[in-house]
């Protein structure tokens, strides 16, 4: 296995680590991606590679953009996204990267926040749900060749054509940026309100994947597959930055959908990934081994129970296996562990789990079946590695210890404080906001409650109410309970999914109006198990997603858990203030809540 890491120093902007690693490794794998015309992966070296990337430059120059000015990003993971980022970057233009998944309304405020002049995106059926949104705009870019070249008053253009013209300009000088200057600009949720802009410098970025990797080293021979959205902080920085600093290979995954089936051809050696990925799979594995019967299920326990007690050993945790385990350990690992593996590929020597908790369930199974899966916890604000657990020092309940250079501590309420070179400049236009991250001594307010035992990071919870899902999504339940309240139906309503793969709902009725509703479903609204009927829960159902219309798609609630009974003051679900009491509902439902999402996990 090769290091081959170019430092933070050496490298001095982004473009400046693209221009090294491809002067270093030209004939080296960069990329790899599906081809649907051939239906077949081609690969790219990073010589290809960067004559790509210098025939967007050429391109993109022709804008006459000035440096410091905003391009937005609306794509899928692919060679060309990257292409675009690094063409943006040598011109010294601030990236913005979007959803692809968000909703119409939030990327308009986001292109109209940033001041984005130049939108990329895959198709003009996409730009069409956009087009009366966004009039802040000079020029669309489309992937797929349009049926139209204008929008109204925005220049509609398909990329072939625009990177053709280019072809024959005069080679463009890139443009040197200071280390200092601000690279791209994340768009967060928050907890309220609308997203803010993290800005992060070229510097945050490099020394945060410089971090990442003197913790944890990367190889030359390392292969990715990426295929969580590079407009998450934790993908961009790990998946794709990352790579290029150690000189490593990315494949990028065609969809979520056909995930499975690329696991298994790309075969990474690296996986980064959400708690979802994880889950999905655990899922199948229980629900396989059910149907297989009692002989399935005692080799499976007996695979995971001797496998965690040799990583407990191998951490120094624990005794060393017994003569029989040790016999039967590599008989167990071909005829259990390696076929589960195979379906993550069969060669992962790292996974990474990241963007919201993992639960320690589901941690330990696959640990147990040798799996090197260590969890790490950043922000974007952060560039957004601070802490992970090393393959040699791996508390799987525990985000791990804070990456080299990173100081960590805890304030008032058991706040997490952080500080370092990653740290974000502020939020794009919101002084105000910034202050409140960070103090005058330059400490991070991270928002999670956490504690410090032997130097691993422990979180505990959240001082704001906020969701994060197993996908990684940032939602604020408060949000979306006003919105639901609103239809007459609900009573009170209170949104649950932490670190879950979608949202649910607690739903209090509103007597009257289920009455009527009932009646109209052919029930008898006072029957027990009425409110656990399919055409009840169907019908609930209508009535939220009709409520949350206007929000993101990883927004949307997919279950309910629907009773009668009022949340008050005195069975102390509320306060004397009328704000809900989370932590003791959630108790209330707890059994309801475990069934509900049991139910529905699925790769």
């Known amino acids: 296995m090769h290091l081959d890491l170019i430092s933070c120093d050496a490298a001095g902007t982004l473009p400046g680590l693209f221009e090294q690693r491809v002067q270093r490794t030209p004939e080296a794998p960069a990329y790899r991606q599906f081809d649907a015309a051939s239906g077949a992966w081609r690969s790219l070296t990073w010589r290809e590679t960067g004559a790509r990337v210098e025939r967007w430059r050429r391109a993109l120059a022709r804008e006459n953009l000035a440096p410091g000015e905003r391009v937005a990003i609306l794509l899928h993971n692919s060679v060309e996204w990257v292409c675009f980022d690094q063409a943006a970057l040598s011109l010294g233009l601030v990236v913005v990267p ?86 791209t600009l994340v768009y967060t949720s928050g907890t309220s309100g609308q997203p803010k802009g993290v800005m992060l410098t070229h510097h945050n970025i490099l020394w945060n994947a410089e971090a990442v990797l003197k913790a944890i080293p990367g190889y030359r021979e390392d292969v990715y597959l990426s295929f969580l959205p590079l407009s998450h902080a934790f993908e961009r920085t790990v998946g794709y930055y990352v790579p290029i600093m150690a000189g490593s290979c990315v494949a990028h995954a065609r969809s979520l959908k056909e995930l499975a089936e ?35 299920r005692l080799l499976f326990g007996w695979t995971v129970a001797i496998g965690w007690r040799r990583f407990e050993a191998m951490q120094g945790r624990g005794r060393a296996l017994s003569w029989w385990q040790r016999l039967a350990w ?55 590695v601070l802490a992970a657990n090393r393959p ?56 999670d409650q956490a504690r410090i035992a032997g130097g691993h990071v422990f979180i505990c919870g959240r001082l704001k109410e906020i969701l994060v899902t197993s996908s990684g999504e940032k939602v604020p339940p408060a ?47 006072d029957q027990p198990g009425a409110l656990a009927q399919p055409a009840a829960q169907a019908a609930v159902m209508r009535r939220i997603k009709a409520a949350l219309r206007g929000f993101p798609r990883y927004a949307r609630v997919r279950a309910v858990v629907l009773t009668l009974e009022p949340w008050s003051i005195e069975n102390g679900l509320i306060t004397p203030t009328l704000k809900l009491r989370r932590t003791q509902i959630e108790q209330r439902f707890h059994a309801e809540i475990e069934h509900l999402f049991a139910s529905s996990l699925s790769v």
């Open 262 to 296: 690329d696991l298994c051809v790309v075969r990474p050696s690296v996986l980064i990934a959400v708690p979802r990925i994880f889950e999905g799979v655990h899922a199948k594995v229980r629900q396989q081994l059910r149907e297989k019967g009692p002989l399935a």
């Open 392 to 447: 040699e020092d791996n508390i799987p309940d525990s985000v791990g210890a804070a990456l080299p250079g990173v100081e960590i501590r805890i304030g008032d309420d058991g706040e997490l404080l952080a500080r370092a070179p990653c740290v974000m400049r502020g939020y794009w236009s919101r002084p105000e906001a910034t202050r409140a991250a960070i103090d005058p001594d330059g400490w991070l307010h991270t928002g």
């Open 479 to 525: 949000d979306l309970e006003m919105a639901i309240g609103q239809e007459p139906l609900f009573e009170q309503a209170m949104v649950v999914g932490e670190g879950r793969p979608h949202l649910a709902a607690l739903l209090v009725l509103n007597r009257s109006e289920w009455e009527k509703l009932a009646a109209s479903l052919g029930l008898k609204a």
């Open 330 to 384: 590599p008989l167990l690992r071909r005829l259990v562990a390696d076929r589960i593996l195979a379906r993550l590929g069969g060669r992962l020597r790292l996974a990474v789990s990241g963007g919201a908790p993992l639960y320690g369930e589901i941690s330990r199974c696959f640990i147990g079946l040798g799996l090197p899966l260590v969890q790490g916890y950043g922000l974007s604000e952060s560039s957004p």
């Open 98 to 183: 979007l959803y692809p998944s968000d909703s119409p309304d939030n990327i308009a405020y986001i292109l109209a926040d940033s001041g984005a002049r130049l939108l990329l995106l895959g198709t003009q059926g996409r730009w069409e749900t956009l087009a009366t949104l966004c009039a802040g705009l000079d020029k669309v870019l489309c992937l797929r060749r349009p049926a139209a070249v204008t929008a109204g008053e925005i220049a509609l253009e398909c990329v072939e054509d625009w990177l053709a013209r280019a072809d024959q300009s005069a080679a463009i000088s890139p443009h040197r940026a200071d280390t200092h200057a601000l690279a």
